[in-house]
């Protein structure tokens, strides 16, 4: 059974850092991607970050380049999302995700396609 679960949201400043994990059961991060994304309130899901299983290869949406770092670590079967310099535009619900289906990230545009599993999220709060 695949289960993914999320954790290390909170409330911080802007100009903070958090990182957020997730945990991956029922397969290996070398064998189906992970990707991360966030629904702000009153917005659409919007695609954060994603990291291929046969090589590692990260790849991130518009709003995460350069702040944000996506990484996992293989023996822990945790993929981490890295976040740093947060803005209040950054308060969100995040999600971990995986595609069972393939081993590397499917990019349609800014969109990472194709996740079928997902986790339950965690909220980040960037506030004073």
């Known amino acids: 059974q695949v289960q993914l679960v999320e954790s290390g949201g909170g409330l911080v400043q802007p100009g903070g850092s958090l990182r957020l994990s997730c945990v991956v059961s029922g397969f290996t991060l070398d064998d189906h991607p992970i990707g991360w994304y966030r629904r702000a309130p009153g917005k659409g899901r919007e695609a954060v970050s994603c990291i291929s299983a046969i090589d590692g290869a990260t790849y991130y949406g518009g709003s995460a380049k350069g702040r944000f770092t996506i990484s996992r670590d293989l023996a822990k079967n945790t993929a981490y999302l890295q976040m740093n310099s947060l803005e209040p535009e950054d308060t969100a619900v995040y999600y971990c995700?995986?595609?069972?289906?393939?081993?590397?990230?499917?990019?349609?545009?800014?969109?990472?396609?194709?996740?079928?599993?997902w986790g339950k999220g965690t909220l980040v709060n960037v506030s004073l």
């Open positions: 995700a995986a595609d069972g289906a393939k081993d590397y990230c499917s990019i349609h545009g800014y969109w990472f396609e194709g996740m079928d599993y």
